[in-house]
Structure formats: C-alpha cells, structure tokens
C-alpha cells in the first residue's frame, strides 16, 4: 500500500511516522511516553519500520523554573534512556530567560528537540500576557523565538512553535505568528484550530491550518485539533495539505491510538482494537511506569485514577469497579479490582470513539489591561508578562 504522506523532516531528525504527541501537563510525563512510543512501535512494526524515529514531546516545562532548577522541573526532564529523539516542550514568556533555558538544554545534553508553547488558554497565564495572548505582540513574540533558536542552532537542535489561532476571532495571530516563526529560524510550527476564547469546545477549524500552509512554505506545517483516530489523521492531513499531525486529547487512556497513526500513515489496515483484559493489562502497565516515575506507588495510584475513566470509556465495567477504580491506592489493589474485569470482552468500537477530556465553553479570554491597544508590548506589562510563568498546560 501507498504511504499517505512523506516521512516528517524537522530538523536534523526524520519522523517515518508524521505524528507528534501534543504535550499535556500532568499527563505525558515519561511514564506516558514510555506506554505511548512501545504502541507506536507495534504500528511502525505492522509498517515494516519498526526502528523508525518517533516524537513524543515532554509536558510543559517552565522557563523560570529550568533556569532556577526546581527539583520538580528537573524531574519532569528526566528521559529514559532509549527515549530518542528527546522532545522537552518550553513555556517562557520573556527572551533572557527562554535563552537560557534553552541553553541549558543544548550545552548540558538534555533534549534532541525544543517544542515552544503559545497556545496555552488558561486565564491565570492569559491574564499576565502569557500562553496564546503573546503572538498579540508581534515582536516580544519573535524576541522569544530568536532567542530559543540562537540557544539551540549551534547544537543542531531544532526548536518549533505550537500555538492557537489567535485570541478570539477578531484578534487573530496565527498567521503572522507562522510567517515570524519562519523568519526567525524555528524548524516547523504546529496549529491548534481553536482560538484561545474557545478552549476546547465546539470543533478545530481545520481551515486555519490551510490557510497557515499557505502561508508558511520553507518548514513543515503541523496540523492540531480534533483527531480521535487514525482516520481522523489521514482526512486532516488531505483536507489541509499539512506535513503531520499533533495528537493530544485523543490518546487519554488509548495509547494504542499511536500503533493506528503510524499504521495509517505507511497505508496499512493495521488498527489496534484491544479486549477489555489488554486494556486492564495497558492500565496496569500504565501505573507500573508511574510507580518508576514518582518512585513511590501511592503517588502513582493517584495519578493513575484519573485515567481510569478513559481506559474504560465504552466497556461495560460496572458502576462500583468504576468507582472503586478511581480511589484505587496501590498497586495490589489495583491488580485485584483489574481481575474482576472480564478480559473477554471485545473492543467496544464506536461507545469508545471519539472526544476525550473536557471540551468545556467558550468564554472571554482573561488579559491584561490594554493588552488589544496594540501590537506593541510597553514596559509595565513586560513587567507584568513576567509573572506569567507558572506550571499549568499548554493547549
């Protein structure tokens, strides 16, 4: 069968799947990763290129906090050993310190690729000037950008940009936030088809990132936004024209989702469709991983609750294992509420399909004052934008 799409070339590195796993706070830590890229192996290996590179990028890591080296920081850039190439996704809103932290990176052999983040839509970073209200001005934005890229080039690691399509409707940034991306030496750029004041409701506009195609010629455009299967994939890819995909909800508690995209994407059938006893087994794994992690099983049981919902979304497992699932607190007890399970139930195939996580509501975006007056950032919210580094997801 044909490949649907060219092997991804970012930089120094070639990605035989054109897929990337979007960067999620509290979500894909390594533990994730790990579970994520040993599925995507499966479908690479379904593809004939089993050693084929794969991107999954860390959650968001905080310019301020890696340059002050929090102990949490530090932790959440831990890869393991044959995690290659190594993704660590930034958040800085200010260009001495996202210099530095990328510095940090490159001379202390930390990472293989930089992702920066101007996408994140929540108030408390939004309301400083931070996340997706910063591309709004133009040339602080291109600032940052220079300065992760001045950092990284001489190491050969490429850095790129996720971001939204802009604030709202009438403030839109994507556009020109791309074409500055580009100028200032950034390796691809990745499009969320929401606007900040959307969060995740309503539908990703896929449009944008066609536009954004366009408009952006010498890097790969990467497409974001509502892709919940392999299928999902393919169709954004023929409808936009973009060079790959970023997939973040629709992999919550369905890491196979990875063995299906690189599947599709080398034009084979392959399609993962676990039994409920895989999945219990997936599961089991999962807080196994976040056990190694945390280096401590509790920390590790309670992280795992909250993706219990999304490993069993579609299977009839019954209201009380349900709930005694999302207060399991150990691994023993863990393994106990797994075997009652009954592992020879099929793969509920459309109950299992489709959304994952909350979409919730649009709503104003939360800015500093006077952030719409102009393009042009003035000394008191350079001030204010600096407060803006605080460790909540990116979108």
């Known amino acids: 069968m044909t490949a649907?799409?060219?092997?991804?070339?970012?930089?120094?590195?070639?990605?035989?799947?054109?897929?990337?796993?979007?960067p999620m706070a509290g979500i894909t830590n390594r533990a994730f990763r790990r579970l994520c890229r040993q599925h995507g192996t499966a479908g690479l290996a379904a593809a004939g290129t089993p050693d084929a590179k794969q991107l999954f990028v860390s959650e968001m890591i905080t310019t301020r906090a890696l340059v002050e080296r929090v102990p949490l920081t530090m932790k959440l850039i831990e890869m393991d050993e044959d995690e290659s190439p190594r993704g660590i996704q930034l958040y800085g809103v200010d260009p001495v310190t996202v210099g530095q932290a990328a510095r940090i990176i490159a001379t202390?052999?930390?990472?293989?690729?930089?992702?920066?983040?101007?996408?994140c839509p929540v108030p408390k970073v939004t309301r400083k000037g931070g996340g997706s209200a910063l591309p709004w001005k133009t040339e602080w934005f291109r600032a940052i950008v220079r300065a992760a890229v001045r950092e990284a080039a001489p190491y050969d690691i490429p850095v790129t940009v996720k971001?939204?399509?802009?604030?709202?409707?009438?403030?839109?940034?994507?556009?020109?936030?791309?074409?500055?991306?580009?100028?200032?030496?950034?390796?691809?750029?990745?499009?969320?088809?929401?606007?900040?004041?959307?969060?995740?409701?309503?539908?990703?506009?896929?449009?944008?990132?066609?536009?954004?195609?366009?408009?952006?010629?010498?890097?790969?455009?990467?497409?974001?936004?509502?892709?919940?299967?392999?299928?999902?994939?393919?169709?954004?890819?023929?409808?936009?024209?973009?060079?790959?995909?970023?997939?973040?909800?629709g992999?919550?508690?369905?890491?196979?989702?990875?063995?299906?995209?690189?599947?599709?994407?080398?034009?084979?059938?392959?399609r993962a469709r676990p039994n409920l006893g895989e999945v219990g087994d997936t599961m089991r794994r999962h807080a196994a991983y976040l056990?190694?992690?945390?280096?401590?099983e509790g920390k590790a049981c309670r992280d795992i609750r909250k993706h219990i919902a999304w490993y069993l979304k579609g299977f009839p497992a019954?209201?009380?294992?349900?709930?005694?699932?999302?207060?399991?607190?150990?691994?023993?007890?863990l393994d106990e509420l797994i075997s009652t399970l009954d592992p020879s139930v099929p793969w509920p195939d459309e109950?299992?399909?489709?959304?994952?996580?909350?979409?919730?509501?649009?709503?104003?975006?939360?800015?500093?004052?006077?952030?719409?007056?102009?393009?042009?950032?003035?000394?008191?919210?350079?001030?204010?934008?600096?407060?803006?580094e605080l460790s909540v997801s990116g979108g």
């Open 108 to 119: 202390e052999d930390r990472a293989d690729h930089i992702d920066m983040n101007f996408g």
């Open 291 to 296: 056990a190694d992690f945390y280096e401590d």
């Open 351 to 388: 109950a299992a399909e489709g959304p994952r996580g909350r979409a919730g509501s649009p709503k104003a975006v939360a800015l500093p004052d006077g952030w719409l007056d102009s393009p042009q950032i003035d000394e008191r919210q350079q001030r204010l934008i600096a407060e803006a």
């Open 4 to 22: 649907v799409l060219p092997p991804l070339v970012i930089g120094r590195h070639t990605y035989e799947s054109p897929v990337v796993l979007a």
């Open 163 to 249: 971001m939204r399509v802009g604030i709202d409707a009438d403030h839109v940034t994507y556009l020109e936030a791309g074409r500055i991306a580009e100028q200032e030496g950034a390796s691809a750029v990745a499009l969320h088809g929401r606007t900040a004041n959307q969060h995740y409701s309503g539908q990703a506009d896929w449009s944008t990132i066609a536009r954004l195609k366009e408009a952006v010629t010498t890097i790969p455009v990467l497409g974001n936004g509502d892709i919940w299967s392999a299928e999902d994939a393919v169709r954004m890819v023929r409808e936009t024209g973009c060079d790959g995909v970023v997939v973040g909800r």
């Open 251 to 270: 992999c919550l508690g369905r890491p196979w989702l990875f063995a299906d995209l690189a599947a599709a994407f080398a034009g084979v059938t392959y």
């Open 318 to 333: 019954g209201h009380e294992v349900r709930n005694r699932l999302a207060l399991v607190d150990s691994l023993a007890a």
